[in-house]
């Protein structure tokens, strides 16, 4: 089992700057991945960010390519999503997972097997 624990949402204004953390714990050593979703209200589930666990490499959504970056601490087992310049159309609640498998790839909810809690982020204009 691997549980998850996101923290760092809130109301922010549009050009500002938000960082989330998602913690996790258990059987770490199992990590194949990381990656971020977002739900905005009426909207499906979207991939957001992931990163390998260990090779590091990072895989990002167009949308927010170039504005979210996601760092990593394996010492802490926690991986962040640090969002620049945020818009309105950021609003969502935004999810953690971890992968033990690299199947259907990274980009897909599906090949998640834990998630977090989420947390809310709301970005006014």
């Known amino acids: 089992q691997v549980q998850l624990v996101e923290s760092g949402g809130g109301l922010v204004q549009a050009g500002d700057s938000l960082r989330l953390s998602c913690a996790a714990s258990g059987r770490t050593f199992s990590i194949y991945a990381m990656g971020w979703f977002r739900q905005a209200p009426g909207k499906e589930r979207e991939f957001v960010a992931a990163?390998?666990?260990?090779?590091?490499?990072?895989y990002y959504a167009d949308s927010v390519k170039g504005r979210f970056t996601m760092p990593r601490d394996n010492f802490k087992n926690t991986v962040y999503l640090q969002m620049n310049i945020l818009k309105p159309e950021d609003t969502a609640v935004y999810y953690c997972?971890?992968?033990?498998?690299?199947?259907?790839?990274?980009?897909?909810?599906?090949?998640?097997?834990?998630w977090g809690q989420g947390t809310q982020v709301t970005v006014s204009s």
């Open positions: 990163i390998s666990w260990s090779g590091g490499n990072t």
């Open positions: 997972a971890a992968a033990l498998t690299p199947r259907n790839g990274l980009r897909v909810g599906a090949s998640y097997d834990y």
